[in-house]
């Protein structure tokens, strides 16, 4: 298995709910991230999880809740979010030790996010 | 900091090659390629590390001059399928924030028949 699934693929949601994203990889990959990318823009990195602890916080509002309950699961939760923060949400993930700059990313194919 | 990739866009007709250029003003321990097709996650196609190692695709070449920060993506003899936005990706060592890959505003590439 050498992909990376996010759930859903797209979500709609109003400014006063609560919703996860779901991402799961069964490679063994011990570094998990979350990236947020808008139309037309590069992929910007949010958190990066590194052997099922928290690593890096790009300075992300508190409305976006990352957990990483085991090496293979990856859940990004959302609450009271605004309209600006629809976007495609991207998991990846890499091997451990060097890590992406050694080994690069596997792409999820993204959750793409509407917030009304 | 993020690398500046040129040019911002290029149209080719099937065949024709094409080049597409990566630069860091900082050091660099490793230079990433990313296609992505329109509502698609981004595809790994090559990694070029410090010290000459390639990893990718055989059908991709590509180049990183150390001294310059500069990588270029070389495509030669262009299909419809290389159609997408390329986005380099760099990381200036490996662990913690080091490690982490910081991209290009990417390079939207139009394969024409």
């Known amino acids: 298995d050498t992909e990376v699934t996010q759930t859903p693929k797209h979500l709609v949601m109003g400014m006063t709910n609560k919703k996860s994203l779901k991402c799961e990889q069964h490679?063994?990959?011990?570094?998990m991230y979350w990236y947020k990318q808008k139309a037309k823009k590069p992929p910007e990195l949010m958190f990066v999880?590194?052997?099922?602890?928290?690593?890096i916080n790009e300075s992300v509002p508190s409305r976006f809740s990352p957990e990483c309950p085991n090496s293979s699961l990856l859940n990004l939760h959302l609450h009271a979010l605004q309209p600006e923060d629809s976007a495609l949400y991207l998991c990846?993930?890499?091997?451990?030790?060097?890590?992406?700059?050694?080994?690069?990313?596997?792409f999820g194919s993204g959750t793409r996010l509407t917030v009304v | 900091q993020q690398p500046v990739q040129s040019p911002q866009a290029v149209i080719l007709r099937e065949g024709e090659d094409a080049v597409i250029n990566c630069s860091s003003s900082?050091?660099?321990?490793?230079v990433h390629w990313y296609r992505q097709k329109h509502g698609e996650a981004p595809v790994f196609l090559m990694i070029?590390?410090?010290?000459?190692e390639q990893k990718g695709h055989e059908k991709i070449s590509a180049s990183f001059n150390e001294k310059k920060q500069q990588s270029s993506l070389y495509l030669t003899a262009s299909q419809l399928s290389y159609s997408g936005t390329y986005f380099c990706?760099?990381?200036?060592?490996?662990?913690?924030?080091?490690?982490?890959?910081?991209f290009g505003k990417g390079t939207k590439l139009s394969v024409k028949p």
């Open positions: 900082k050091a660099l321990y490793s």
């Open positions: 990846a993930s890499s091997q451990g030790g060097r890590g992406p700059s050694f080994y690069g990313y596997t």
């Open positions: 490679m063994g990959h011990r570094a």
């Open positions: 990706g760099t990381a200036k060592g490996y662990g913690g924030s080091q490690g982490n890959l910081i």
């Open positions: 999880y590194s052997y099922e602890k928290l690593s």
């Open positions: 070029l590390l410090k010290g000459g």
